[in-house]
């Protein structure tokens, strides 16, 4: 009833005849067509990253028995608005010794990466800006852009704690994601399919959902997209008792709110994703999919918010052993049991 | 001129371009990061060749392995002085005209060397045919590629491990290394 | 154990190489091996010489030693028949006493091991030699038993003399063994065997015959004639008696001589057939005999006496041989060999006693070592034929061979007159009378009784052995010891008698002139003085060679070396002149343009490789710039 | 212009090559070289799928090729940058000029 996915069609059909009305050809009617898709989700974006920031300083508020921003909005829910107006008039420093061209484009590039995952996460029925047959795998592919962009922020800044904060996530992206690739190809495994439509497709019921099947996957998928996206208790990268900043240090004004929006982008799309490959999606009962969608989204992101403020960071040598001596096999060992299991029940 | 056309020669010029800074580049970080480019615009190709599983690994891969790991090397060698000097050798002059010779030859070659094109409908791009091929036709290779990664994975960590076999100065010199690794690892003044 | 036979050699080899190799620093330990191995060779022998006796068939075991394609394979083998079985008998039962002898003999030798290694060797050799079933194994052990006599008699190799015997007798054997080899290649030739059965069969079923045969069996005999130092090769084994007196004894009285007498019995069958052959061997043995026994009379050193006897005594074998009396000779061979071994020790014992060879510094002996005196009367009086001695039996088949000969029966009979009247003058000049020479004499004292031993048991031979060849016994030595059909001999009452009484008046010529010197010796020398002298040089035969052969041989090398000193050396010391000087101009040559051109071309590839060296710069960029610009050039040149 | 085909794909992947053929020549820097053969396995990758598209479309092979194409250039590269890092401790710099105690 209140599905969305009869309005998206709408609009689509709404564009699709006035770019024809206009005389231009159907390659002009889908590049316009994404093109709204994408300012949309743009624009959703930004209202998520706003509210997911409210929500995090309240839930770090609960969890250290405080309550958090009150004033401004109801429980303070306009804070972050405010917080944003005065990041955008900051003056946009450009330190002397820096790089330029790269550290110009190093948060650009990190933002676009993080919004690029939201071109195939399905938010609800009908709600997918593009259903790509290798969904997963251009997940996969377009997050290793966002390290792209801290190794350039932490080079450019010419700061040694940039630096160091550019390795080190370096180092944590590309170890962890390689367990990370390998829980979800244990997913794969059972629904012979990249797409994310057809992912979502296979877990109409509360008993298909894959996190029953692949438990351990979960838990790996769980832990390394948290050090995916440098959070605590992986946030060395900018772990601010040792590096002051990280890769971010140097930054200021929009470019340090880009790198912001980037993470809270990136925490967003982890927990869609894992709603997408093991809680069954937008799949639910009476509500209408959008809703359970962001709800199983939010949850996910309560959990993240919940270990960062519970857990102690790790050091950088015990970073990088966990990886490769207990997730790296433990993945290998879910995912040979997961073939060996599909084999038998076949 | 249609879309593909379009993408195609964008691409192309994303990719020709960025391979031209990736070697002409005074700043080797410059370079990586151009170089990142070029293989972005190569998986971009891929795409266009309808083989979107191939762009994705190109990415994942190249992008999300192979520069990295370049970028990181660079970050470990680089130093301030070198943006100073010389980035390229004597050959410059004779390399250039070796390149633009191969050039000529090779769109010589491809000018006169009539390329049966096939018009059935392709397949294999999500990767299902892929799989298939690799576990059945390829399985070998396969095999023996995956042998040659584990053994990359393992000679890779003996010759740099510092104390390891190969390694060079001993651990006695760690202080020492951090220090110059920090002053040397800064980008170009 | 006929079929093991061959293992008899064995234990003395194997005793021979212990002692060489790793005990000849204990004296005792390597007199007990080889006596310990001789014994087993004895028991062996004597094992088999009684089931010979009872089955006298000829048996014979082979391999193939040499296999040279199919027209030439040499087998070697033995052959156990009424001869060998007797030979294997006389062989070791003298090695062995010779060897028990030895040790009280030798007894201050410096080289005692080795002496008992050479004996060893020897018995190896001899042994081998008597059971061959083959020429060529024969001729092998033939020549061994010639290295061993060399070594043996210039065992006292620091004494010139020595020394020169043992080269002497090598060579002058040497003569007759080349004769031996050649008569074997061509029984090889002609026959394509030489196992004896081969042959003999060849000659009976006349496939070899005529001169051929003839002059084949005549080279076989020049080997004999070597080795059994008849004339005219006779004139080492007087010589040979340099050796030590055990020594002479074995392989000089008992054993080695006789192996050309066996090689002649072998082959009796050839011989019997080239009758022209036969009658050479018949008259080389008398003329041999009568030699030698004449020789012998006027002799004084006590083992030449003995030495000439045996010569004598060869030649009555040899005559035998050539006269057919296969039986005859091969039974006197073994008697004499007993009787004969035992002269020699006895000797060997009086001049252990005296340390002198001279009889004439002997006498009256017989009280001081009444064994070795009595056993030597033994000896001698079988050697002189009386009954009933060994000797007796053993001459009078002789005598009855050469019955059907008169020119032989007579000198046959004159010789057995001779060799009584030498051995008792022999007799009465060593043992009996008064001593001539007192502090000689003073000195002497019986041996002990390693050496005692064997002359006893020689003795006891040298009285026994002759019954088994009594004419009137039905199985008895001529019944084993024979070819083609057993041939008993009659009892001839006649010519025993006449045997008998030629021995015994030559014992009691001997009694007259040096017992009781009713007639002086020296009044009879001095009437046939030329006679005398010539004996007394034995017929000038070694001078006769010496005029004859060596100086004209000593011209001929005198010549030959200045011919060599002038000639030959000038003009190859003319060419290693002019051999300096070229290799002084080729070493200019060398020095000048040779290295120059090799250091040039060493200078010119060092800097060829200098210059081109900087092409390998060792920078991969340049390495792979050569490659592509390869490509490009190569497409260009399409 | 006529319509996009093989060829326009190939005469990209030579002009690539080449540019790569030439930073490998020309460059001193070690990470540099590599970065140029990266650019010729490229080169390369795009003409093998070029190929598979167009001339075998039925049969991905010229992209199983190319997986292979990239998997080994991954291994590659990590060698590779290893071996740098190691000439990198010895010889406090990656000049590939000066890389050359291989020669004589």
Known sequence: MFELDKLVKAVGDVIASLVTAMGLGSAWVTTVQLAVAALVVIVFAAVVVLFLVWWERKVSARIQMRVGPMRVGWHGLLQTIADAIKLLQKEDITPTNVDRGIYFWAPIITFVAALAVYVTIPFGKGLLVSDLNIGILYILSVTTFTVIGLLMAGWSSNNKYALLGGFRSAAQVVSYEVPMALSILGVILFTQSLSMGEIVSQQTKFHQWYVWRQPIGFLIYLVAATAECNRTPFDLPEADSELVAGFVTEYSGMKFAMFFLAEFLNMFSVAAIATTLFFGGWNGPFLPSWFWFMAKTLIGVFVLMWFRWTYPRLRVDQLMGFAWKFLLPLAFLNLLVTGFIILLVK | MDTISLVFFALAFLTIVSSLMVVSSKNIFHSAIFLILALFGVAGLFVLLEAPFLAAAQVLIYVGAIAILMIFSVMLTARISDSGLRHTNEQVPTGLAISLGLLIVMLYSLWNTPIPVSEATPTGGAGHKLGELFLTTFVLPFEIVSVLLLAALISALVIAKRDGPLGGRGAGNETDEKREMEQGARPGN | MLENAWLIPVFPLIAMVAIMLVTHRNRMLSAGLSIAAMSIAFIWSWAIALTVWNNPEAQRFSFEWLDLGPSMHIPLGIQIDGLTAMMLIVVSTVALMVNIYSVGYMHDDPLFSRYFAYLSLFGMAMLTLVLADNYFLMFVSWELVGLASYLLIGFWFEKQSASDAGKKAFITTRLGDLGFLIGLLMLYAAVGSLAFKDVNGAVQNGTLTGGYLTVAALCLFAGAVGKSAQVPLHVWLPDAMEGPTPVSALIHAATMVVAGVYLVARSLILFGVAQDASMVVAWIGIITSLMAATIGLVQNDIKRVLAYSTVSQLGYMIMALGLGGFTASMFHLMTHAFFKALLFLGAGSVIHAVHTNDIREMGGLHSKMKITSWTFLIAALAIAGVPPLSGFWSKDEIVAASAGHPVFMALTLLVAFMTAFYMFRLYFLTFTGTPRDHHRSDHAHESPLTMTGPLMFLAFLSIVSGFVGMPWLHHGFSSVVYIGEPHHAEFHLSTAIIATSVGLSGIALAYLMYYKRAIDPEKIAASVKGIYTTLYNKYYFDEAYDVLFIRPYYVVCDAWFWFDKTIVDGMVNGAGDLGMFWSRVNAWFDETFVDGAVNGVGIVTRAFGLTVRHLQTGRVQNYAFVVFATMVIIWLLQ | ?104
Request: overall charge neutral.
């Open chain 4, 1 to 104: 212009m006529a319509a996009i085909g093989i060829n326009h794909f190939l005469a990209l992947s030579a002009v690539v090559f080449c540019i790569g053929v030439y930073g490998m020549l020309t460059r001193r820097n070690a990470i540099a070289v590599l970065m140029a053969v990266e650019l010729m396995f490229n080169a390369v990758n795009i003409t093998l799928v070029a190929f598979a598209r167009y001339v075998t479309p039925e049969t991905a092979t010229g992209q199983v090729v190319a997986a292979f194409t990239i998997a080994v250039a991954a291994a590659e590269a990590t060698v590779a940058l290893a071996i740098v890092l190691l000439i990198y401790q010895h010889h406090r710099g990656i000049d590939v000029d000066k890389v050359n105690f291989m020669k004589w």
